[in-house]
């Protein structure tokens, strides 16, 4: 499917696999709670003067992710002026800090500092990686490309929820720090996008780079012709690109997406993953629950990587969000059955966690995989770095709220009504994705732009 042995297409696989390997040091980091709050309400586990209250463990986590303004706000700034590369080893070493924090912190308000640091940190990458990545491949296989941010960022979560809770936390931070750092180096030896060095007046660079990656000269200067129909020879300002009212169109498409999927609250659920497993009080461990999810991940993530670009981005989204809304469904039911029966046994014993199954393979198998890419590439040449940062710019508040007030609202309405309001946004979601977004399969980035509605801009890239 994907002539791995055509020599071009396996130097696009090595470049965006070692650009992505920093998503491994993302997957320990964004789960990182879900074993370490468990550590910390543990009076004989916690490396605290005293246990961690509810607040405190809602903070620890919420502050990550309201945060990752800081990162959004740093790549808005630098991902068109020192490039998508030099961004990329920024975010590690702002990582580094943040990892350091966590392995000589001793009290809560340095693990808060290190959550923030660690989440500005990956507030980079997530808006620079998937724009060098779609950057990098070509159209053919910038689906499957593009997937291998989750499936390595699966592999981190998948470790941290499995080796996570039977390590001390000390031993568990260690880890942090070093596979940091063992999955920066390679980022060091990797070409800056194409893109970027033609839109910095550095065209032969990029045409040295484009042959490298297609593995010819005249698919190099196809491309570099259509980088050159995009450009507009006059600076770009922000108040124009903001003005374009197909950069808007995209914005509120990539910006509705984003929050639609941080309403529904996956990156809650796995947070207080452990947390979730515990409260209930079925016969299945938390610990061996953890680490079952973490592997369905990765195999999830796999999955989309061999059907991407067969079946469309379309049909993957649609399908595993109806799935999404399937689990969410059966925890609900679940909470809602065990609020009447305390006698829990045979197969609802088993239902939280083969509804957690099913949430976490269809959010890998789809959105995990899939929603960076399809933001980056909804956006055009000039306005791609910029669109994908407003628009993890505009999911801050939605994302921050989400994760604080997670346990505030279970208490409130209860675990059965929240887990079947998300089950709601999975089906709503999924519709419009079947009706108002553009198949991105297969397509140019001038062409998916003529979907959208530029027809001008895919006349001038064929004269």
Not at 104 to 122: S, Y
Not at 342 to 360: A, E, Q, Y
Request: charged share 15%.
């Amino acid at each position: 499917m994907f002539k791995l042995l055509d020599g071009a297409l396996f130097r696009q696989y090595v470049v965006v696999f070692a650009i992505n390997l920093n998503f491994l040091g993302y997957g320990l980091g964004i789960n990182w709670p879900s074993p370490v709050l468990v550590k910390l309400a543990d009076p004989t586990e916690t490396i605290l003067q005293r246990p961690i209250n509810q607040t405190e463990a809602s903070w620890i986590v919420s502050i990550y992710f309201l945060l990752g303004a800081a990162g959004y706000l740093v790549a808005f700034t630098l991902v068109d002026v020192i490039g998508r590369k030099k961004c990329v080893l920024l975010s590690s070493v702002i990582k580094l800090a943040s990892s350091l924090l966590f392995l000589f912190g001793n009290d809560v308000w340095m693990l808060m500092l290190g959550r923030a640091v660690i989440g500005t940190a990956d507030g980079i990458i997530l808006c620079v990686i998937p724009v060098y990545a779609s950057e990098v491949a070509s159209k053919e296989v910038r689906g499957a490309l593009g997937t291998l941010l989750q499936i390595f960022s699966s592999v981190g979560t998948v470790i941290i929820l499995s080796v996570g809770p039977f390590i001390s936390y000390f031993e568990l931070n260690l880890m942090l720090t070093l596979f940091v750092l063992a999955t920066s180096i390679p980022t060091i030896f990797l070409p800056d996008s194409p893109n970027f060095l033609f839109s910095k007046g550095r065209p032969e660079e990029s045409k040295n780079v484009l042959i490298f990656l297609r593995g010819s000269e005249h698919r190099a200067e196809e491309e570099i012709k259509e980088y050159a129909a995009n450009k507009n020879d006059e600076k770009v300002s922000l108040r124009i690109i903001f003005r374009n009212k197909l950069f808007q169109k995209s914005l509120a498409m990539a910006a509705f997406i984003l929050i639609m999927v941080l309403l529904i609250g996956y990156n809650s659920v796995t947070s207080y993953l452990q947390t979730i497993l515990e409260a209930t009080q079925t016969n299945i461990k938390s610990e061996v629950g953890s680490g079952i999810i973490g592997a369905i991940n990765v195999v999830a993530s796999f999955s989309t990587l061999m059907t991407t670009d067969r079946f469309g981005r379309k049909p993957i989204l649609v399908s595993t969000l109806f799935g999404m809304s399937v689990g969410m469904v059966g925890l609900g039911t679940f909470f809602h059955l065990t609020a009447y029966e305390t006698n829990i046994s045979g197969f609802l014993n088993l239902l939280p966690l083969l509804s957690l199954l099913v949430v976490v393979f269809c959010y890998s198998a789809g959105l995990g995989s899939l929603l960076w890419l399809l933001i980056a590439e909804l956006f055009d040449d000039r306005s791609r770095g910029i669109g994908v940062a407003s628009t993890l710019l505009l999911g801050t508040v939605p994302s921050f709220l989400t994760v604080r007030y997670f346990t505030a609202i279970i208490d409130a309405i209860g675990p059965a009504a929240t887990f079947w309001t998300s089950a709601g946004l999975c089906v709503t979601l999924a519709l419009f994705v079947a009706f108002k977004l553009p198949e991105t399969k297969g397509k140019s980035f001038t062409e998916i732009q003529h979907e959208l509605g530029n027809r001008d801009k895919l006349k001038t890239s064929r004269i």
